[in-house]
């Protein structure tokens, strides 16, 4: 399924547990928004850890994705704020054989820039992906 995506259009997704129709929607939307290859791979991997976290941690929310010049952006809204800085603590790679759950971990590798407001009592999760992405493999990740 291919889509044209406009630069500053705006699609949303409920987080339910059919993740299976989140990722094709949100591999349809960044392939129409230019993305290709390992980008378009890391969109819909990210897209898919964010909404299983929202549904494992706050009982889903909504995930909007839109497009500019520069890329895609994904946002995970989580009305119960379960979502919080404390999630993103660890720096260092997972301990596998300790059973430490990866997923946010693995967010970090995939994104660009990842931001996190957790101020209203809600959590916004955004994710953003580069048309390319970056040189040096360093990745932003604020509160």
Not at 4 to 23: H, K, M, N, Q, Y
Not at 115 to 131: K, N, Q
Request: proline share 1%; glycine share 14%; with cysteine.
């Amino acid at each position: 399924m291919a889509i044209d995506v406009l630069s500053g259009f705006r699609l949303e997704w409920p987080i339910t547990d059919d993740v299976a129709a989140l990722r094709a929607g949100v591999r349809a939307f960044g392939t129409g928004a230019g993305l290709t290859g390992k980008r378009l791979m890391d969109l819909v991997i990210a897209a898919n850890e964010a909404a299983t976290k929202a549904l494992e941690h706050g009982g889903g929310g909504t995930l909007i994705a839109w497009s500019d010049a520069g890329g895609v952006s994904l946002e995970i809204v989580d009305v119960t704020g379960a979502l919080t800085m404390a999630y993103w603590t660890v720096d260092a790679g997972p301990d596998l054989l300790s059973g430490q759950d990866i997923g946010f971990w693995l967010l970090r590798q995939l994104c660009d820039e990842i931001r996190l407001d957790d101020s209203d009592g809600s959590t916004r999760l955004h994710l953003r992906f580069h048309h390319r992405a970056r040189q040096n493999g360093g990745r932003r990740v604020s509160a």
